[in-house]
């Protein structure tokens, strides 16, 4: 099936545009004549040249359906099939207010989609850029049980969810962040407007230099007389090393410095468990059976350690083995009292609810982290600034002692 966009008339003259989903062009067009449109325009959606390609595929960087907005769609579209609105008018009026233009088209053809026949989630994980697994996981089981308001409202709140999550620890990280930023920007300031007066200074009066003040002098004079230079090495540093980091490799280095580095592994622990343990309720809770919604949580959690451990247990639940006990060989990702309180939720025949108290009590240990997270880094960033500023200090003061002594 490909998409093809159109531009078209209805019977009262009103122009429209959108999108079709056909298996040909004859196919669309036969489609739209029978809904009484007189087309104007009709070609794939896919036909560009290659410039046409690279622009839009740097447009999609930067218009990238976000995590509110699925949040928005999922309530709104709960909210008017709860009014009796039809599936296909629900997309079609959210398509029409939504601002995002990528998200606009991935709706209008969606509700193309549904209306020539396709189901729902079908039409959905067209997009799994845009619909992850879970949540076209829970559509389908939605579909299923003819429970879709349920379904699309539990989703919002499980997003809603999420998006505090990232929003708290978003939120804790710009302070650190700013510092840095404001310490980089005064630092090449200093290195090529106060640097190099002083080292025509030294030169003038031909004192020996420590290796420390060469070395500074030697950045202060690279940064003055390179400094575009500079810059497109930091941005192609700065690329190379998005990109490194997006590989097997490159990924489970950051995952383990993170796991291991005594300020960060608390926080990403409880991050993960809550998320792990929000996502495996909401799939057990709709029905999903464990193996297939240990895999699909899987792809949900950023940490490969993390998605690695819930891999292997759905090959080993397979088998016939508990979660809990397969979770007990994790024990340095997951806390004790996940495993333990999994294994009452399997006994007891209440897991999804267990695990939906775990992930309200993470959540709320990830707020609590986050609210002090400010007043732990900040001694770390004074002593790190005050070794930099330190270095560089003694770096550009000990020559002046040396001058000093030989007068």
């Known amino acids: 099936m490909a ?23 004859n196919e669309a067009a036969g489609q739209l004549r029978q809904e009484g449109f007189f087309i104007t325009f009709l070609d794939s959606a896919e036909k560009q040249d290659s410039g046409g390609r690279f622009l839009r595929a740097a447009f999609s960087l930067f218009s990238r359906v976000s995590l509110a907005e699925k949040m928005i769609f999922a309530r709104h579209l709960s ?3 709860r009014a009796g609105l039809s599936l296909d008018r629900g997309l079609q009026i959210l ?5 995002n233009s990528r998200f606009r ?4 053809a969606v509700e193309t989609s549904v209306r020539g026949g396709q189901s729902f989630s079908e039409s959905l994980a067209k997009y ?20 879709l308001e349920g379904i699309l409202n539990n989703l919002a709140v499980h997003m809603e969810k999420d998006h505090e999550l990232r929003s708290k620890v978003r939120g804790a990280m710009v302070y650190p962040s700013v510092i840095v930023s404001v310490m980089v920007g005064i630092g090449i300031l200093m290195m090529t407007m106060v640097v190099p007066k002083l080292a025509s200074t030294f030169e003038e009066l031909g004192v020996e230099l420590p290796w420390t003040t060469n ?22 540093f700065i690329f190379f090393l998005r990109i490194i980091i997006k590989t097997s490799g490159g990924k489970k280095f ?7 580095f005594p300020l960060f592994s608390q926080l990403s622990k409880k991050i993960n468990s809550a998320r792990f343990s929000r996502n495996l309720s909401s799939l057990v809770d709709a029905g999903v059976p464990i193996m297939t919604a240990l895999q699909i949580t899987a792809q949900t959690i950023s940490n490969s350690f993390f998605r690695d451990s819930l891999v292997f247990a759905s090959s080993q639940i397979q088998k016939g083995d508990p979660l809990s006990k397969i979770l007990q060989g994790y024990g340095d990702l997951y806390p004790v009292i996940v495993i333990q309180m999994i294994e009452v939720g399997e006994t007891t025949g209440s897991l999804s609810e267990i695990l939906r108290n775990l992930a309200d009590f993470y959540e709320e240990e990830v707020n609590t982290i986050t609210k002090n997270l400010s007043s732990i880094i900040e001694p770390v960033l004074m002593v790190i600034i005050g070794v930099v500023v330190g270095f560089f200090a003694i770096s550009m003061i000990q020559p002046l002692y040396s001058i000093m002594d030989q007068i």
């Open 215 to 236: 070395m500074v002098i030697k950045t202060s004079q690279f940064l003055s007389s390179h400094f575009i230079w500079g810059l497109v090495l930091l941005i192609l």
């Open 128 to 147: 799994p850029d845009v619909f992850s697994d879970l949540f076209v996981s829970m559509i389908k089981i939605a579909e299923a049980s003819g429970n």
């Open 95 to 99: 398509a029409a207010q939504t601002k």
């Open 3 to 25: 998409v093809f966009t159109y531009r078209a008339k209805d019977k009262d003259g009103k122009e429209k545009s959108g999108f079709v989903e056909a298996a040909s062009k």
């Open 254 to 260: 950051c995952d383990f410095f993170i796991l291991s």
């Open 105 to 108: 088209k991935i709706l209008t």
């Open 79 to 81: 909210t008017m099939i």
